[in-house]
């Protein structure tokens, strides 16, 4: 749930809820108004501002306008031409559905990497890189989408465990060794059969890598770790997952490349070799572009 949702539905005052209306209303608008020039224009008094943010937990006012500001300005850069949850109308050519979704893609993933901040993702690699396992947890279409990530990591020699039924999740988390990581994939981050498999996880010290939205959820404070994805998206009103799917494919990748990366030479020596073995005679094409040096067989 985003603060400004929070806001809106915590149990206020009379007093403080007039305070937080005018809050949602002004948004950016408070960047540079005091909080006594904010409780003056509410006609209320600065402690009314530090009431609202401890009923927020948070530490104070300071804090709270910060997030706020902070969440604002996220949803205010973007996406400005193109609904992410309908990209495009029944009127519309299919080179312009074509282009929309094009547009929607980018925007999607240029979104996503405005999220992530150096202090998080290397954290996140370090948990990855030091894994003997990754055990994936992910649902729906998510699962489908992790499948890629298994793939690329499995061609390195890294060992990423999924499991296809729900049923089996928490029993992969209890099952899980010391020296494996955990990483979940969920958009809401409300999914009742993952919650119940990362609460297995943090009883039994696994160490959990949470991709999910920019907002609160029930994941989050199970996570030792949390990278977030472009939040545009309605549960149930659109077209389909284009963005969420997008970011999560993006962030993957990421990922999966910062891990090739700790041992870059190794894993490229790795991938050519076993490529040149494996599939000579088996890929090839008329194509210069893409054809190896020598005229050999595509990779």
């Known amino acids: 749930m985003l603060i400004q949702e929070r806001l809106e539905r915590c149990e206020l005052s009379v007093s403080e809820r007039a305070v937080a209306d005018f809050i949602l209303k002004e948004k950016m608008n408070i960047r540079d108004m005091t909080t006594r020039e904010i409780a003056q224009a509410a006609f209320s008094s600065p402690s009314t501002l530090v009431r609202i943010a401890h009923k927020m937990n948070f530490a104070g006012w300071n804090e709270l306008k910060e997030a706020l500001l902070k969440e ?158 472009c939040t545009r998206e309605k549960l149930y009103s659109k077209i389909a997952t284009f963005s969420t799917d997008a970011s999560f494919e993006y962030l993957l990748d990421v990922l999966y490349s910062c891990v090739f990366r700790r041992d870059y030479d190794k894993n490229l020596q790795l991938k050519i070799q076993s490529a040149q073995e494996i599939e000579t005679g088996r890929r090839r094409s008329t194509v210069g572009i893409i054809q190896e040096d020598g005229g050999r067989s595509a990779l």
Request: glycine share 4%.
């Open 72 to 229: 604002e300005e996220y949803l205010q850069t973007h996406f400005t031409d193109i609904d992410a949850n309908l990209p495009f109308k029944k009127t519309d050519s299919i080179m312009s559905v074509a282009a929309k979704i094009a547009a929607l893609k980018k925007e999607s993933i240029e979104d996503t990497l405005s999220l992530i901040s150096h202090d998080d993702l290397q954290k996140a690699v370090t948990m990855l890189y030091n894994a003997s396992t990754i055990h994936l947890f992910a649902v729906s279409n998510n699962l489908l989408i992790c499948r890629e990530f298994q793939h690329n990591m499995a061609r390195i020699g890294r060992h990423v465990e999924i499991q296809d039924i729900q049923g089996e999740l928490t029993y992969m988390a209890y099952l899980a060794k010391p020296s494996s990581c955990a990483l979940m994939v969920s958009y809401s981050g409300e999914t009742p059969i993952l919650i119940r498999a990362a609460k297995t996880l943090k009883d039994h010290g696994i160490p959990l890598l949470l991709l999910t939205n920019i907002g609160d959820n029930s994941l989050l404070p199970l996570a030792d770790c949390a990278l977030r994805i």
